[in-house]
């Protein structure tokens, strides 16, 4: 018996590729991408076709006349900040789309950078702003004209005393390589950013499955066999996982 293949729904398909629904039904209207109605009448999405998209150039993000402004750049946007955080290239990417591709300081449109406002890393959405090249340096060129804060003189803590070294040394742990999200996403090399994003989908799963089977990787990050094979096999030729008897461990840990 011919196996059927699989059909998404609109809301796990749009999760797998990083869309609005709007852009889905736009392009079936324009017959850029397959969708199927069995009974009932509800839009399906093949999984070839998901993996179709994915394998090309990224569909992220649509055209902004594709999405509603109060409801789908918001929901891209609190995605992007809710789970991938760490992801450097993502967040930059988010705020300049959140901006208008527009510089919020003198209204350029070309060279644009992303700027933390409190001249620290934390990525939070009201401490990131764009800026275009020239607004970006004069911002710099302020902040090193500031003077800088002047350490606190605290008087000198007494230095401990040496601890006894133990009767009986345990053998040494294995050290774990700990490298930081955006690091390990870039060692992937993800083909666009719809499967960056599904890929740091596979990397939060991995984390908290530690020692999985590929169906398992599947159904806890909600995706494609396809793409999470391929996804291993990347993790894998990186050293990030190990594969023995059918089954896959991660030898890395994510930088918090």
């Not at 993000?61 to 900040?81: A, M, Q």
């Not at 053998?171 to 666009?192: F, M, S, Y």
């Not at 398992?216 to 096999?233: G, I, Q, S």
Request: charged share 30%; glycine share 6%; aromatic share 6%.
């Amino acid at each position: 018996m011919e196996q059927k293949e699989k059909l998404y729904k609109m809301k796990e398909a749009c999760k797998i590729l990083g869309l609005h629904p709007n852009t889905i039904r736009l392009w079936d209207k324009q017959g850029k991408i397959k969708v199927v109605r069995p009974q009932g009448g509800q839009r399906r999405i093949p999984e070839s076709e998901i993996n179709r998209l994915l394998q090309g150039p990224s569909a992220v993000p649509p055209p902004p006349s594709t999405i509603p402004k109060d409801e789908g750049l918001s929901s891209f946007l609190n995605y992007v900040f809710s789970h991938h955080r760490d992801d450097w290239e993502l967040v930059r990417k988010a705020v300049i789309i959140r901006d208008n591709y527009t510089c919020q300081e003198c209204g350029g449109k070309e060279l644009l950078e992303v700027h933390h406002k409190d001249g620290t890393s934390r990525n939070d959405p009201d401490n990131l702003v764009t800026l275009c090249q020239k607004c970006y340096n004069l911002v710099h060129k302020r902040a090193r004209k500031m003077p800088a804060p002047q350490p606190s003189t605290k008087p000198e803590a007494p230095a401990p005393k040496p601890e006894k070294p133990a009767k009986i040394q345990p053998p040494p742990v294995p050290e774990v390589t700990e490298l930081p999200r955006h690091k390990i996403l870039d060692d992937l090399k993800p083909t666009g950013l719809a499967q960056r994003t599904l890929f740091g989908d596979l990397l939060s799963a991995t984390a908290v499955l530690k020692s999985f089977t590929l169906g398992d990787l599947a159904t806890r990050a909600h995706c494609p066999e396809d793409v999470a094979k391929t996804f291993c096999e990347r993790m894998s030729a990186c050293g990030y996982l190990v594969s023995k008897n059918g089954m896959f461990e991660i030898h890395v840990r994510l930088a918090r």
